[in-house]
C-alpha cells in the first residue's frame, strides 16, 4: 500500500473501519449483509447508495440476489467518511 494512502487512512481512522466481516457468499455482500456493514459503522444507507453508484455486481445463480464486491463496498465506505465522492480513477 502506498504510505500516503496509509497515512491518510490512520488520519480518518479508516483502518479498522476497513476490515469488513466474512460474507455469506463467495463472490460477495448480499443488500442486507451492506446494510448490516454500514449501519455499525454510522453510515446512512442513503449517502452510502449514493456514493456507491453504478458499479459492477454478481448474482446468485440460486436466489437471484445481487451480490456487491468487497472491494466496492470499502472504497465507498472511505468516501463517506471523508466525505467525498468517489474520484474517477477510483472506479474498476
Known amino acids: 500500500m502506498d504510505k500516503r494512502v496509509y497515512k491518510r487512512e490512520r ?3 479508516l483502518c479498522e473501519l476497513m476490515k469488513l466481516p466474512k460474507s455469506k457468499h463467495g463472490l460477495g455482500y448480499t443488500e442486507r449483509e451492506v446494510l448490516d456493514i454500514i449501519k455499525k459503522r454510522g453510515i446512512h444507507h442513503k449517502t452510502f447508495w449514493k456514493k456507491f453508484g453504478v458499479n ?3 448474482m446468485h445463480p440460486e436466489t437471484k ?3 456487491y464486491y468487497g472491494c466496492d463496498i470499502e472504497r465507498t465506505i472511505r468516501c463517506c467518511k471523508e466525505k467525498r465522492d468517489i474520484y474517477w480513477w477510483e472506479f474498476d
Open 65 to 67: 440476489e445481487s451480490l
Open 11 to 13: 488520519r480518518y481512522g
Open 56 to 58: 459492477t455486481c454478481a
